[in-house]
C-alpha cells in the first residue's frame, strides 16, 4: 500500500473524502475526525418534538449513516423545537453504534411505525422506567469527558416515559372471538354436565350383594371370579348359562339375600368351606334347578334343606365328609333330578342303593370319591333312563368294566385314570356308545383295534395313552372316518 495512503500516525489506511465504505469505522483512520469532531461543535441537529429523533442532516453519503437511518425521524410534518450542540448528539457512527447495540436504546430509538419498534412497547417494563427515572445527570462522552444533559435530552425522556406508561396502563384487548367461543364452550359443559347428573351418569353406584355381570366368552370363568372376591354372589354365565357364584366368605346367613333377585335358578357355591346347608331353608324361592357346592362342613341338614328344591335337576357335591347314609336318601324324594355327581367325598355305605333310587337320573357321576362301592356297580342297571356314566380316578379295573358292559342303554362313559387294559376295552364294545373317554389308562393298539367295531362312536378320547402307537391311530381313523379321535389333554378339555 502507498505511504501516502496510510497514516503514520496510527498506520491505519487513510480515508478518502467522501467515501461510504461498510467497513469504514472499523480499520481506517480517524486522525482527521479529531480535528472534525472539534470543529463540529458549532453544528446543529434539529430535534422532532413530536418522535424524540433528529431530522435527516448529519452527515450524508455514508452507507453506515443509510444503515442507521431508522434512528432519524420519519414523520410526516416534523415539528423542529431547537438546535442542540452536536457534542450531544455524536455524529460519530462508532458512537452511535454503541449507543444503539444496547438493549435500552433499541427500545428507545426504534421507529414507532416498525413491526419491531411496536414489540418494544409491548415488552417496556417497569423496571426500565426506573431506571431511567434514576439515571445520572451527567453522560460519559466518546472521549471520557463528563458531558451535562441537555433539556432536549430531558424532553425526550420525558416523552418516552410518558408513552411507555401510557402503553403500560392501556388494558390489552382480547378478540371477541376468542371470548365469544370460550364463553360458548363453559356454557356447553355446565348444560352437559347438569344433563348427565340428572340422568344418573355421574352417580356414584350403590354396592350391590350381588354384581350383575355376565363373562365375556374370552375371558376364563376362573378369571371372572377372581374379580369378584369381596362380592357375596356374583351373576356369572357359563356356557351361555346364567348362575349365581357365592364369594369365599359366604356364611348360612348369606342365602336370604338371594330373596332379592328374581330367578334365580341355578347357584354355584365352590370357594367357600364353611357351609353346613342349613342356609337353604332361607330361600324362599323353591325353582332353583341346578346348584354346585364344594364344603367340607355340608350335614345331613344341608341335604334336607336341599330335598325340598322340588324343581332340582342337575346336582353336584364335593368335599363333603360328613353326610351319612340317613342324610343321602334325603335325595330319593326329589322327583326330576336328571344329574347327579359326586367328587372328592367320602361315600356313606350305601351311596349306590340310595342312587337307584332316583329313577329320573340320566347320568351318575363319581370322581376320586372314598368308599365307593364297586360290587354295587351293577346295581346302576336298575335305572331306566341312564345314559351316562363317570368314573373317574376310581381304580375301575377290567372287571369292573364286565358290569358296566350290562348298562344297555349307555351313550356315554368316561373312564379317566383308572385300570383298564385291552381286556376290559373289549367288554365295552358292546355298548351304543357314542362318546367314550380312556384318557391315562394304559390301553394298546388292540384296544384301538377292538373299539373300532362300535359304529356309533363318535368321540374318542386317548390323552395319555403312551402305549399307543401311530399306526394304531391311523388305522382306526380309516376304519371310523367319522369318529373324532383325540389324543392330548388339551383337547380333552
Not at 409 to 418: A, K, M, P, S, V
Request: glycine share 6%; with cysteine.
Amino acid at each position: 500500500m502507498d505511504k501516502a495512503q496510510t497514516c503514520p500516525v496510527c498506520k491505519n489506511p487513510r480515508k478518502s473524502d467522501g467515501s461510504g465504505s461498510l467497513t469504514q469505522w472499523i480499520v481506517t483512520c480517524e486522525c482527521d475526525l479529531k480535528a472534525l469532531r472539534e470543529s463540529a461543535q458549532g453544528l446543529t441537529s434539529s430535534v422532532c418534538t413530536r418522535c424524540g429523533k433528529r431530522t435527516r442532516e448529519a452527515l450524508p453519503g455514508s452507507f453506515s449513516q443509510f444503515i442507521f437511518s431508522s434512528d432519524c425521524c420519519s414523520c410526516s410534518q416534523e415539528e423542529l423545537q431547537r438546535h442542540v450542540d452536536a457534542g450531544a448528539i455524536d455524529a460519530d457512527p462508532d458512537t452511535r453504534l454503541k449507543t444503539q447495540s444496547t438493549p435500552a436504546g433499541r427500545k428507545l430509538f426504534r421507529d414507532e411505525q416498525s413491526e419491531f419498534e411496536q414489540d418494544g412497547l409491548d415488552n417496556f417494563g417497569s423496571s426500565t422506567n426506573d431506571g431511567l427515572r434514576g439515571a445520572d445527570d451527567e453522560l460519559s462522552g466518546a472521549d471520557g469527558s463528563k458531558l451535562k444533559q441537555s433539556s432536549v435530552l430531558t424532553s425526550i425522556q420525558k416523552s418516552i416515559l410518558e408513552a411507555a406508561d401510557a402503553q403500560q396502563a392501556e388494558p390489552k384487548r382480547q378478540p371477541a372471538t376468542g371470548v365469544l367461543l370460550l364463553a360458548g364452550l363453559v356454557v356447553v359443559a355446565v348444560f352437559a354436565i347438569g344433563f348427565s347428573m340428572t340422568s344418573g351418569l355421574f352417580r356414584a353406584p350403590e354396592r350391590n350383594v350381588a354384581t350383575q355381570k355376565i363373562a365375556p366368552p374370552d375371558e376364563t370363568l376362573s378369571d371372572r371370579m377372581r374379580l369378584y372376591e369381596d362380592e357375596k354372589w356374583t351373576l356369572l354365565a357359563q356356557d351361555g348359562v346364567p348362575f349365581y357364584d357365592g364369594g369365599p366368605e359366604i356364611v348360612e346367613e348369606d342365602f336370604g339375600v338371594l330373596n332379592q333377585y328374581k330367578n334365580v335358578r341355578s347357584l354355584r357355591l365352590l370357594r367357600s368351606e364353611k357351609i353346613t346347608g342349613a342356609g337353604f331353608a332361607l330361600v324362599r324361592d323353591k325353582r332353583i334347578g341346578a346348584i354346585n357346592l364344594n364344603s367340607r362342613e355340608f350335614t345331613d341338614e344341608g341335604m334336607t334343606e336341599l330335598a325340598r328344591f322340588k324343581g332340582l335337576q342337575l346336582l353336584t357335591l364335593g368335599f363333603f365328609y360328613k353326610v351319612t347314609d340317613a342324610g343321602m336318601s334325603r335325595l330319593e324324594t326329589l322327583p326330576v333330578l336328571k344329574q347327579l355327581v359326586f367328587n372328592h367325598a367320602r361315600l356313606p355305605d350305601h351311596t349306590l342303593s340310595t342312587v337307584i333310587k332316583i329313577k329320573s337320573l340320566h347320568e351318575v357321576g363319581f370322581a376320586v370319591c372314598e368308599n365307593l362301592k364297586h360290587e354295587q356297580l351293577s346295581q346302576l342297571s336298575k335305572l331306566p333312563n341312564l345314559q351316562k356314566v363317570r368314573l373317574c380316578t376310581q381304580d375301575i379295573t377290567n372287571a369292573d368294566c364286565l358290569t358296566i358292559s350290562r348298562l344297555s342303554n349307555l351313550q356315554e362313559l368316561d373312564l379317566i385314570n383308572n385300570k383298564i387294559s385291552t381286556t376290559g376295552v373289549e367288554h365295552l364294545v358292546k355298548l351304543p356308545l357314542t362318546r367314550l373317554t380312556l384318557s391315562g389308562n394304559p390301553i394298546s393298539d388292540k384296544a384301538l383295534n377292538a373299539l373300532s367295531r362300535v359304529k356309533t362312536l363318535k368321540l374318542l378320547m386317548v390323552a395319555n395313552c403312551p402305549q399307543l402307537t401311530e399306526e394304531a391311530k391311523i388305522a382306526f381313523q380309516k376304519a371310523l372316518p367319522k369318529c373324532q379321535l383325540l389324543e392330548t389333554v388339551s383337547d380333552t378339555q
